[in-house]
Antibody
Framework: QVQLVESGGALVKPGGSLRLSCAAS????????MSWIRQAPGKGLEWVSY????????YYTDSVKGRFTISRDNAKNSLYLQMNSLRVEDTAVYYC???????????WGQGTMVTVSS | QSVLTQPPSASGTPGQRVTISCSGS????????VHWFQQLPGTAPKLLIY???QRPSGVPDRFSGSKSGTSASLAISGLRSEDEADYYC???????????FGGGTKLTVL
């Protein structure tokens, strides 16, 4: 079945780095935009980044520009988010989702928790 | 605050019809599709309505979406206890050149 499974979340100190991964299965990964969306504890949803099917179009929300890098490996059906210079305010559940850009996200992973704290 | 404005809460009794609004502007709802997501407690969001009024397979027809001008609405008829969840609207914003979410509405079934 169509599935997205995130991994890589952890507790990290401010200024630290983390790499999130999302393994896709059950669909032709290379046909789809992919997104990272986060949710801080008790808060709403926020788009973090998305990447086009071939990686030629990339979007970042302003608060992560210059610190986060989205990438994908279509041969491995995987999506990544490299997070550097992490801040306390980056603490959130990070969801991987199929779709992005002007179109909707129809499949979501279960999320992975990132906690930035000293 | 969010670019798309939703009421923070809504409520209804079983069997009732409730609507949740999502207000935006010409740069988002006025010119782009609106999508709705349902987030049950402790779970990941789920696509509920896409492209203003389309239901993914498996979503009951009790859920419907509409759009008029710079506002959109999600209607839930025949309210059930399992509909208690957070609901989010989303749209592309031409001015921000990026996607935006509403702040979310917590629906309580009394």
């Amino acid at each position: 079945q169509v599935q997205l499974v995130e991994s890589g979340g952890a507790l990290v100190k401010p200024g630290g780095s983390l790499r999130l991964s999302c393994a896709a299965s059950g669909f032709i990964f290379s046909d789809y935009y992919m997104s990272w969306i986060r949710q801080a504890p008790g808060k709403g949803l926020e788009w973090v980044s998305y990447i086009s099917s071939r990686g030629s179009t990339i979007y970042y929300t302003d608060s992560v520009k210059g610190r986060f890098t989205i990438s994908r490996d279509n041969a491995k059906n995987s999506l990544y988010l490299q997070m550097n210079s992490l801040r306390v305010e980056d603490t959130a559940v990070y969801y991987c989702a199929r779709g992005g850009g002007v179109d909707y996200n129809d499949i979501w992973g279960q999320g992975t928790m990132v906690t930035v704290s000293s | 605050q969010s670019v798309l404005t939703q009421p923070p809460s809504a409520s209804g009794t079983p069997g009732q019809r409730v609507t949740i609004s999502c207000s935006g502007s010409n740069s988002n709802i006025g010119t782009n599709y609106v999508h709705w997501f349902q987030q049950l407690p402790g779970t990941a969001p789920k696509l509920l309505i896409y492209r203003n009024n389309q239901r993914p397979s498996g979503v009951p027809d009790r859920f419907s979406g509409s759009k008029s001008g710079t506002s959109a609405s999600l209607a839930i008829s025949g309210l059930r206890s399992e509909d208690e969840a957070d609901y989010y609207c989303a749209a592309w914003d031409d001015s921000l050149n990026g996607p935006v979410f509403g702040g979310g509405t917590k629906l309580t079934v009394l």
